[in-house]
């Protein structure tokens, strides 16, 4: 009889600390920081800034001669691909890496080996930088993609300055050289903890 009650007793416990939909929460907190309406939101305003790119090569298209309509939207796709492969590659390191280059204490450069080939950066939870949370509510891929769309988006409204006094090659190399040298340090300054 007293095992009976003592199982009972246990039964009861077990299925009280079950139903503790605080427990529950407090763990899926813990383990879920992912908000789907910011998660929604940072994915429609990536796509919308992605979509900014082919507007801006109809745009340049309509404002130059028919001999160069080709080049010019030719030029911001090429930049489309260009520059979100470099900045999977390291440049999303170099803006948004651990500090890694200072000059009189300030840092101005990410480390290019925290991301690099985005490693680290996954779907599942925010994006972490020496254990710390860099931003919260959202995968860490959707924010590398949504700072990637803006690295993209700048060497093409720059690509408007030079419409037909530059080649496509050296366009190609000014385009990577500026990401590297000048976007992802003024990136980190801004948004990398620099």
Do not use: H
């Amino acid at each position: 009889m007293a095992t009976t009650i003592a199982l009972a007793n246990a039964t009861s416990a077990v299925l009280a600390a079950a139903n503790d939909t605080s427990a529950v929460a407090a763990t899926a907190a813990a383990t879920q920081p992912i908000s789907g309406g910011d998660t929604t939101f940072m994915f429609l305003s990536t796509l919308l800034v992605q979509f900014m790119t082919p507007g801006l090569a109809l745009f340049y298209s309509g404002m130059v001669g028919t001999e160069s309509t080709v080049t010019v939207m030719f030029q911001s796709f090429v930049s489309l691909g260009l520059i979100f492969v470099l900045w999977v590659v390291v440049a999303f390191s170099l803006t948004f890496g651990t500090p890694w280059i200072s000059v009189g204490g300030y840092y101005f450069l990410g480390d290019p080996s925290t991301y690099f080939m985005l490693r680290g950066v996954t779907i599942y939870e925010p994006l972490q930088r020496a254990s710390q949370v860099v931003v919260k509510g959202f995968p860490g891929m959707l924010f590398m993609a949504f700072q990637a769309m803006f690295a993209v988006i700048t060497p093409a409204l720059i690509s408007g300055a030079f419409v037909d006094r530059l080649r496509f090659g050296p366009y190609m190399f000014f385009i990577s050289v500026w990401l590297l040298l000048v976007y992802c340090p003024l990136g980190y300054w801004n948004w990398g903890g620099g």
